[in-house]
């Protein structure tokens, strides 16, 4: 479903990925790991055409590089930022619709399902987005962006700085959006929370992809652990 080959990013004059190659197949939750530095929110910026970039990224058969991300987000691209990026001053419904795809009935992630998987949201739901904790505006993110009936969503560091209580919800919420068919590319630093969820992993290093397997193969990897991962 998304293809990227040769992939590389900068910023300015700093070249930050250096031919990053993955996949992200049907119903899959793929993460991408590494230490904080090593291109894994630029990687997934550059996909959505966020950063300047050269490379090939196909998604559903298509090319989409170079496309600006309005233009990636209407082929059914969903990405969830690492900063939420919600609208402070609107409510937390009023976000949810926005996320919409037109103003069409019936979509197949609705409001109801927004709150059936985060209660939180509906007790808030008149209330402005930007007086909500961290945990509440990244719930509504999420929601937000299934809203648009992506195809595959992309998560930048969806538990970073949650309460242990909040993380188990967005993990619970992954899980949902799999069983839902959806594929994710996950950028996660939480190590268990990748390995216990995903299909396949990438490890990044250096702005290189350094490792590709399964959870299990990563776990019984310990150099590859210990040299890209581990503090």
């Not at 293809?3 to 993460?31: C, Q």
């Not at 233009?71 to 969903?78: C, D, N």
């Amino acid at each position: 479903m998304l293809e990227v080959r040769g992939l590389n990013a900068w910023y300015g004059k700093s070249h930050i990925l250096h031919g990053v190659d993955l996949d992200v197949r049907d119903g899959e939750i793929v993460s991408l790991l590494g230490r904080n530095g090593v291109g894994r929110s630029t990687t997934v910026k550059a996909i959505m055409g966020q950063v300047r970039s050269r490379g090939t990224v196909r998604f559903c058969g298509n090319d989409i590089a170079g496309l600006k991300p309005f233009e990636i987000a209407r082929r059914g691209l969903g990405y969830v930022p690492e900063d939420r990026a919600i609208f402070a001053e609107l409510t937390v419904r009023e976000n949810l619709v926005l996320g919409m795809k037109g103003t069409r009935a019936g979509t197949s992630f609705t409001e109801e399902d927004a709150f059936d998987l985060f209660p939180r949201l509906e007790e808030r739901a008149d209330t402005a987005a930007g007086v909500l904790s961290g945990g509440e505006q990244q719930m509504l993110t999420l929601c937000r962006t299934l809203m648009g009936e992506p195809r595959l969503v992309m998560i930048d560091e969806p538990t970073e700085g949650l309460a242990p209580k909040i993380v188990e919800l967005v993990a619970g919420f992954l899980d949902a959006v799999r069983k839902r068919g959806i594929p994710i590319l996950l950028v996660e630093q939480k190590l268990d929370i990748a390995l216990d969820i995903s299909e396949r992993v990438y490890v990044l290093g250096h702005g290189k992809v350094v490792f590709e397997g399964s959870p299990a193969d990563l776990r019984a990897n310990e150099a590859v652990r210990r040299e890209w991962l581990e503090v």
